[in-house]
C-alpha cells in the first residue's frame, strides 16, 4: 500500500468508525444503532451507567487499536515523507 494513500485509507476507516451524527439521524431501531450511538443512549434522565459506557467504549476502540498496530508502519512513514521540512 502507498505511503499517502494507505494513510488517507486508514484514516477514512478510522474516522466512519467513529461517525455519530448521521448513524444518529438514519438508525431508528435499536438494532441497527452503531456502537457509538448505542453507548450514547446508556445516558438517561435518571443517571449514567458509566460502568456499561466504559466497557462499550472499550468494545469500540479495541478494533481501532488493532488497525493501527498492523499500520503503523505506513503511518509513519507517510508522516515522515509528507513532513514539513
Known amino acids: 500500500m502507498p505511503g499517502a494513500v494507505g494513510t488517507l485509507a486508514i484514516i477514512t476507516i478510522i474516522s466512519s468508525w467513529?461517525?455519530?451524527?448521521w448513524p444518529l439521524i438514519i438508525t431508528s431501531g435499536d438494532e441497527t444503532k452503531v456502537i457509538t450511538v448505542a453507548i450514547a443512549t446508556l445516558k438517561?434522565?435518571?443517571g449514567v451507567d458509566y460502568?456499561?459506557?466504559m466497557a462499550g467504549?472499550?468494545?469500540a476502540l479495541?478494533?481501532?487499536v488493532v488497525i493501527f498496530i498492523f499500520f503503523q508502519?505506513?503511518?509513519v512513514r507517510s508522516v515522515v515523507l509528507t513532513g514539513l521540512k
Do not use: E
Open 18 to 21: 467513529n461517525s455519530f451524527l
Open 44 to 46: 438517561d434522565g435518571i
Open 51 to 53: 460502568h456499561l459506557m
Open 57 to 59: 467504549s472499550l468494545i
Open 62 to 64: 479495541a478494533p481501532m
Open 73 to 75: 508502519k505506513y503511518i
